[in-house]
């Protein structure tokens, strides 16, 4: 089977932020590409939200989804800057391998 895969573009404010996945990824891939940070979070099919997680400027996270939610599906996550007035620039890319 061919991978899937979906690209997610934007910038983080002060607001936090809901992008819904076209689909069920197996693997997220996240680059903040200025010089502020930002925070993310996952929220699996039954509405659970994950921890916080703060991605550093100009860095690169990867995380497989079981390690997020082993049971529940991740349908979306959340964004929002680390600072406020300091709009993080992200590109998030879900993939499913399955």
């Given amino acids: 089977m061919d991978d899937?895969?979906?690209?997610?573009?934007?910038t983080a404010s002060d607001t936090e932020q809901e992008i819904t996945f076209a689909f069920h990824p197996t693997?997220?891939?996240?680059f903040i590409f200025n010089s502020y940070d930002m925070y993310i979070c996952f929220v699996s099919s039954n509405n659970k939200q994950s921890d916080w997680?703060?991605?550093p400027s100009n860095f690169f996270y990867?995380?497989?989804?079981?390690?997020?939610?082993?049971?529940?599906?991740?349908?979306?996550?959340?964004?929002?800057?680390y600072t406020s007035g300091q709009n993080a620039e992200y590109q998030i890319i879900i993939w499913n391998n399955r």
Avoid at 4 to 10: D, F, H, R, T
Avoid at 27 to 30: E, G, K, Q, Y
Avoid at 62 to 81: E, G, L, P
């Fill in 62 to 81: 990867s995380t497989d989804s079981s390690k997020i939610s082993a049971k529940r599906k991740i349908k979306s996550c959340k964004v929002k800057n």
């Fill in 27 to 30: 693997s997220i891939d996240i």
């Fill in 4 to 10: 899937i895969l979906k690209v997610y573009e934007g």
């Fill in 53 to 55: 997680i703060r991605v």
